[in-house]
């Protein structure tokens, strides 16, 4: 158990629809990263968060927005859903955002199926 | 643009055997890092390498890094069963839009 909790495991809906995705770090870890993995898009980098503040982004898509709350946890929203945003979503958490305090502990993942 | 190649894609091993991992990426990059997936599993991290000829080891995983030839190896000794898994490197370009790209990820079936 990495000690990142993600919520939901699973979701299913429909296309056009918006969803949110939670996300809890570590005790103690600043950093919130989210990622996207898909059998088409293999695993790809979406956004970083450190204490609240948007610190790097990948290949987000504008209908996808995420944030970071006060007490650390994270929420990825995606909206105007298409079935290729079918995928795996992980968030990863870290100490910091530099050097060995990268090292990255991940959550279980929600699998979002679009139908 | 920046690419990162691995190879091979899949690789089956028999136990107690020796292999390399190969993690190729095409622009200067600041660290790489390296992750095991188990099937139907999340991540887990491995590997932060940070510098040239930065190498860490970790049971029968070593990671190494050669900047200067845009090269990491990941280097598995002795292979047991338990090690059988995917394997992705990520690559991190910093310097203008941030980049982080992962890998292809090589699966690794060790056989008893």
């Known amino acids: 158990d990495s000690g990142v909790t993600q919520t939901p495991k699973h979701l299913i809906t429909a296309t056009g629809q918006r969803v949110t995705l939670r996300c809890s770090p570590r005790?103690?870890?600043?950093?919130v990263y989210w990622y996207q993995q898909s059998l088409d898009q293999g695993l790809q980098f979406l956004i970083q968060?450190?204490?609240?503040?948007?610190?790097a982004k990948g290949n987000i898509l504008e209908r996808f927005s995420a944030q970071q709350f006060p007490d650390l946890h994270s929420e990825l929203n995606l909206s105007s859903l298409e079935l290729g945003d079918s995928a795996l979503y992980f968030c990863?958490?870290?100490?910091?955002?530099?050097?060995?305090?990268?090292?990255?502990?991940f959550g279980p993942g929600t699998r979002l199926l679009v139908l | 643009e920046l690419k990162v190649e691995q190879n091979p894609l899949f690789l089956s091993m028999q136990e107690g055997k020796n292999y390399t991992i190969y993690c190729n990426y095409s622009?200067?990059?600041?660290?790489l890092y390296w992750y095991r997936q188990d099937p139907g599993k999340s991540l887990e991290s491995l590997f932060v390498?940070?510098?040239?000829?930065a190498v860490k080891q970790e049971g029968r995983l070593m990671a190494s890094l050669d900047t200067k030839a845009r090269l990491s190896t990941l280097h598995i000794t002795a292979a047991v069963h338990d090690l059988s898994a995917t394997y992705f490197c990520?690559?991190?370009?910093?310097?203008?839009?941030?980049?982080?790209?992962f890998g292809t990820g090589t699966r690794l079936k060790v056989l008893a």
């Open positions: 390498l940070l510098s040239n000829g």
């Open positions: 005790s103690g870890d600043l950093s």
């Open positions: 990863a958490s870290s100490v910091g955002s530099s050097g060995d305090q990268e090292t990255q502990y």
């Open positions: 968060y450190y204490n609240g503040e948007e610190r």
């Open positions: 622009t200067t990059s600041d660290r």
């Open positions: 990520a690559v991190v370009l910093s310097s203008g839009t941030y980049k982080y790209i």
